[in-house]
């Protein structure tokens, strides 16, 4: 086995993460950190949750210097501000072990306060593209001594349209600097940036395994429209930590009204909603201190939420990829979990196409608030009664 010291981390870095549990590199961290802290640029081809925070985290810690006032001389790009916080979370107790400082930038909080830390002088600055450049514009941030950076989730830069304001940013760097890139894929317009952008490029790819049917539970359940929110609640409060999707916005912010009023200590992520909600909320379930995360796709994609219990489809999934993605965050790193499907009684056929793309032959319930099979969500899908119809 591999250790984090043999792959050349600093001490400091390494009892910090052995402090956190972290003694072991995943498949990413092994093939990616030597290469990074030798000073070669690196390509990385890695899906969230693979462990690609800390393939660049570390080396870039382990090569910063302390930097002038104003001057970072690391930079972090990433799309979005929940991804933003998820690097923030790792590189903060990591760079107090290195006695560097580091802060995240993005759109949606107060720009003043954040011009007022980094004019007491940044190490680490973690960004989304659109917010350092307005950093920049107001002359917060000079990026012309940064010495390394790195470019996380570039697929979804562009997918999102960032890619022209990362490639400003980049063009604005005086000077050779060291730049790791990580990205789900490497092909068009992410290629076109690793070609332009990236000296002599090392390149790295692991290829995530795919969540199969066989390692998790599964229930369809057939409810009443006017039961539905109370057979959600029941589900909640007896099996665990649960993650609600939904197909709309709207439709999350409903059923979070709705469980709340029924007893349940439940929030909701979407695009609608003001970051700092979203942020408290993204917080409060990862504490435990929420029961219940309602969630659209699009906002929890790229969101690595750990120990989820369970994972209710509230509504019947549009396709079965969608459904093997959602209920894939109860079967991570080895553990399973239960997803469950919940159904109107005219929605029948539906589910029954979804089984059929997912090669499961299991039994439709028909259940009330009052199930008392609600209560072990994992007893009821190992049981004879959902066995292969």
């Given amino acids: 086995m591999t250790t984090f010291s043999e792959l050349g981390v600093p001490e400091p870095l390494c009892d910090t993460l052995a402090d956190q549990g972290i003694t072991e590199p995943f498949a990413i961290q092994e093939l990616t950190i ?208 649960t993650l609600l999707f939904t197909r709309t916005k709207r439709g999350a912010d409903q059923l979070t009204r709705d469980l709340r009023e029924a007893g349940v200590q439940a929030g909701a992520i979407h695009g609608d909603l003001p970051q700092v909600k979203r942020e408290r909320a993204l917080a409060n379930f990862a504490k435990g201190k929420l029961a219940a995360l309602v969630a659209t796709d699009v906002a929890a994609r790229g969101l690595h939420i750990d120990e989820v219990d369970v994972v209710v489809h509230y509504n019947v999934p549009p396709e079965h990829k969608t459904y093997l993605h959602r209920s894939g965050r109860t079967a991570r790193a080895g553990r399973s979990g239960t997803a469950v499907t919940m159904f109107l009684w005219d929605e029948e056929l539906e589910v029954r196409q979804l089984q059929r793309r997912l090669g499961l032959r299991l039994r439709l319930h028909d259940v009330f608030s009052n199930d008392e099979r609600l209560d072990d969500l994992a007893a009821f899908a190992a049981s004879g009664d959902n066995a292969n119809r």
């Fill in 34 to 241: 030597g290469e990074a802290l030798a000073g070669r640029d690196v390509c990385g081809k890695a899906k969230t949750g693979s462990g690609k925070t800390l393939a660049f985290s570390l080396p870039m810690l382990a090569l910063t210097p302390r930097a002038a006032d104003g001057h970072p001389t690391t930079l972090m790009l990433t799309p979005t501000r929940e991804l933003a916080n998820q690097i923030a979370a790792v590189v903060e107790p990591l760079a107090k072990a290195a006695d560097l400082r580091s802060i995240a930038t993005y759109g949606g909080t107060n720009l003043d306060r954040q011009i007022e830390l980094l004019s007491g002088g940044m190490d680490i600055v973690i960004a989304t593209p659109g917010r350092l450049i307005d950093l920049i514009d107001r002359g917060a941030v000079n990026v012309s001594g940064i010495q390394r950076v790195v470019v996380d989730e570039a697929d979804r830069m562009a997918d999102m349209g960032f890619l022209p304001q990362v490639e400003w940013v980049l063009r604005h760097i005086d000077g050779q600097h060291q730049t790791l890139l990580f990205s789900a894929t490497l092909d068009g317009v992410v290629d076109t940036l690793v070609k332009r952008h990236l000296r002599d490029p090392v390149f790295h790819e692991v290829t995530e395994r795919e969540v199969t049917v066989s390692e998790m539970g599964h229930l369809f359940l057939s409810v009443h429209k006017m039961d539905r929110v109370r057979v959600a609640a029941r589900i909640i409060g007896a099996n665990g930590r």
